[in-house]
Every structure is written in C-alpha cells, then in structure tokens.
C-alpha cells in the first residue's frame, strides 16, 4: 500500500510518516520548502518533492493530510476527482491510537514536555515505548518520534478541532486556556466540551490537573488528578529552585514517596513533571527508576534551551506563545538567572492569537526588565484590522517594537549584561540562533 503524506514536513506529519516507513509501507510525501525535518525523512528512504503537484500522488492508495493543507491544493483536487481516500494527520494519529494500547496527552500548555518526561521514563525503565512528540527531544531516535514494541506515548494536539473524535486508553490533560478557538467556533466553551469528550472516550483513565479549575467539571470515567496540594491524588510540594535545576517532594494522598531533581526551573516544568510521575507510578514503574530517569533529562527543543552562556551574557529560546506560558517562562528565567536582568524579546503568534490576548501578554511581558516586540508570525493567518504588536508596545513602558532581525541583533549588541530570553512559535528562534553565534564569535570566556 502506498501512502503520500501532503505537507509532510510538519512536526506531526513527519512522525507519523516515519511511523508508516518502519511499519514496511511504500511512504512519499511533499512540502512546500525544504527544511530539517524534510531532509531528515530523505535520509532515512521517503521520497519528497518539494511542491504541491497533482502529479506527485499519482498511483497513491491513501493520502495524509496535514491541517495546513486546504481543499484548493492541487494535491486534494487530484484526489478527489481519482477517489482516492483523504485523512487529515488527527484522523490517521487516531486510528493508530484506537488499534493500540495508547496514552494521549494534551492540553494548551505543557503537553510537549509532558510527553517527553514520560516517553523517558518509560524509556530508561526499559519499557520500550513508541513515541509522537510534537517536538524535538534529544533522548528519541528520530528526534520525534520514536519506534517501540511497548505502549504508545503519544502528544494529542488539540489546535484543530478533531481531538473530540480521539480515542486512547489513557487520556492526559495538562491545562486549558481559550487557545485555537478558530477552530472551535470561537467559543472557549467548545473547546472545553471537546477536551471533555475526549477524555470520557478513555478506554482505562484519566489523568487531569487537578489545580486548573476549568477541568474539575469532568467526573466520568476514573480520573486520578495531580498538582500542587493534597486535593491532588499525586501531587509536588516544597519547590525549591536552585538556579540551575529545582527540587520537590512527591506525594501519594498524604503519604511522602521521595525527592525529585529536575534540570529545568519553572513551576510549569514541575506540573509536567508530577503528571509524568502519576502516569509512570500508576504504570508500575518504581519510583527509584523515575528518579534516575529525571538525572539525565534535558529540555525539549525550543523549551528553555541556553543557547549561549558566558559570566555576563545568556541567550535562551523557548517556545511561549500563550500569555500563561510567556508569563511562567519569564518568572522561570528569574529562578534560573536571579542576578541577572531579563530581556524579553517576544515574536506574536497568529493575529487570531493576539487579537484575544494582547492585555494578558502586555501584563505578562511587564515581568522582564525589558521588553522588545518582533515582528508577528502570522501562520499563513489573513490580518485583523487593527490588530499588530504596536497594541502592546503602548501597554508597556519598557518595550520597544523591532521590525527587523539586523536591528533585533544591533539593540542586543548594545546590552553589555543580561539574559536574552526569546518567546514565541515563530521564526524568531532563528535571531536567537544568529545571536549566539555571534556572542560566540565576540566573546572567548564561552561556558
């Protein structure tokens, strides 16, 4: 059988391309450019033509379809008129989760990391898990993906609207916040009913926040909840950050089980690590090996990584883009750099994003000690009228608006001291990239 992945370079798209290859089916694809992912996919045996062309499906049993691949594409016209069957990426992730034992995580925040924590554990204990992330993590074979005879690990994304129609034996729940309501009539309420659906499809139980107040609705099923306090079936207490790394004690209704070292500051990385430690306890791995599994766990790609570090200079570049997770990566970036000033360099993502937001990203980019604005990365969004990153640069007296990566990299030039944080899910993680090298030009103390 021959499957032809439309928009194959995505994240999503590839893992489940790879997942297809190693299965022994004929895999082809095509993206509209070039990138790491697509390269990476060549090496390993898909054909990729970059373009969308009527001619690249021809004699194709089945095509995937990625979110980003509308019905005028002349690949989907092609099918159409031929019968050939279409699934979009949620379709076919879904049928590989109901044909498997499966855990899906999501939520709005969280559930990338979530996802590694656990595909690292399960890893490390030998539990040889297959793995979808919807990033990049260096302890995955094929960076995200991961190809296992165990259960299926698998991030659920939530942003397009299919998730309702998702099935898994174990359903995550990290957070949820009125993100990617496009997709859900714009009504915050769709959103929650969808994630509720969701969850009362778990074949086994579900493991939610139990500190976001918006998931406490959901009683079906069994539910296990994890957070900060005894209300909580699992649950951390005593954070203590240490800068570089923090500690906390894990709690089983009132009853200490140990101490977990995790390499990462932020209370947020604490939440994703107490949900990774409910579903691994409740697996049945011992807590020794949980523990041992967090020593050599590092951060996913664009979650926090110190892309440069010197005595007086730091560049990171983290993923944020919701107002609670540019809000929690500042304060995280305090914990870990607290003598240091923090420079938040914000790219918006989507206008349909900013337009909800922008007083809760203006109150949040308020924490840094500077501010500066880039240029919004629309995601292939039509803009709103009246609606760019001059709306928040007013709302904040520290923030300066930068339309350019030339002057973006002149502005840092000029601080002598700090940490320079990037936030956002656009391509300003390439400025972040351009900047390290060149600190690591100018400086020679590079740690």
Do not use: C, W
Request: proline share 3%; hydrophobic share 35%; aromatic share 14%.
């Amino acid at each position: 059988m021959k499957y032809f992945f439309s928009g194959i370079g995505g994240i999503g798209m590839s893992s489940l391309a790879l997942y297809t290859k190693y299965r022994g089916y004929d895999v082809s694809g095509s993206n509209n450019v070039e990138s790491e992912r697509t390269d990476y996919l060549k090496n390993k045996g898909i054909y990729i033509n970059i373009g969308h062309d009527k001619n690249n499906i021809e004699n194709s049993d089945l095509i995937i379809k990625s979110t980003a691949i509308k019905d005028d594409n002349p690949e989907i016209i092609y099918a159409k008129q031929h019968k050939i069957p279409i699934m979009n990426r949620m379709e076919y992730l879904n049928y590989i989760l109901k044909s498997n034992y499966s855990v899906g995580i999501t939520g709005t925040d969280g559930k990338t990391t979530t996802t590694a924590m656990i595909s690292h554990i399960f890893k490390k204990a030998k539990n040889d898990p297959t793995v979808f992330l919807g990033g990049i993590h260096d302890s995955l074979e094929d960076g995200n993906f991961r190809m296992g005879s165990g259960p299926i690990i698998s991030e659920v994304d939530e942003s397009d609207g299919f998730i309702k129609n998702t099935v898994s034996d174990v359903s995550i729940i990290t957070n949820l916040r009125p993100d990617h309501l496009e997709h859900y009539n714009n009504s915050f309420q769709n959103l929650i009913d969808s994630i509720y659906e969701y969850a009362s499809k778990a074949r086994d139980f579900v493991l939610l926040n139990g500190d976001d107040y918006i998931l406490n609705g959901f009683n079906d099923n069994i539910v296990i909840k994890f957070g900060s306090n005894s209300n909580s079936d699992y649950y951390f207490t005593n954070r203590t950050p240490y800068g570089y790394y923090q500690t906390f004690d894990v709690n089983y209704k009132d009853k200490f089980i140990g101490k977990i070292k995790l390499n990462l500051p932020g209370i947020h990385y604490a939440y994703d690590a107490i949900a990774a430690i409910a579903y691994s306890l409740e697996s049945g791995i011992a807590f020794e090996k949980i523990v041992n599994a967090f020593e050599t766990f590092n951060s996913v790609n664009r979650r926090f990584n110190v892309l440069f570090k010197n005595s007086h200079i730091f560049v990171v570049d983290d993923y944020a883009h919701t107002p609670e997770e540019v809000d929690l990566t500042i304060k995280a970036a305090k914990e870990y750099f607290p003598d240091y000033p923090i420079i938040a360099i914000f790219q918006p993502h989507r206008y349909s994003r900013l337009y909800r937001h922008y007083m809760e990203f203006s109150e949040a980019l308020k924490n840094a000690d500077k501010v500066f604005i880039y240029r919004l990365y629309s995601a292939f969004e039509d803009p709103i009228d009246g609606i760019d990153e001059s709306k928040m640069v007013s709302l904040i007296d520290n923030a300066e608006y930068i339309d350019s990566e030339n002057m973006m990299i002149d502005k840092a030039l000029e601080i002598n001291e700090g940490v320079f944080l990037f936030l956002g899910a656009g391509d300003i993680t390439n400025i972040a990239k351009d900047l390290s090298r060149i600190f690591e030009k100018k400086y020679e103390d590079v740690i």
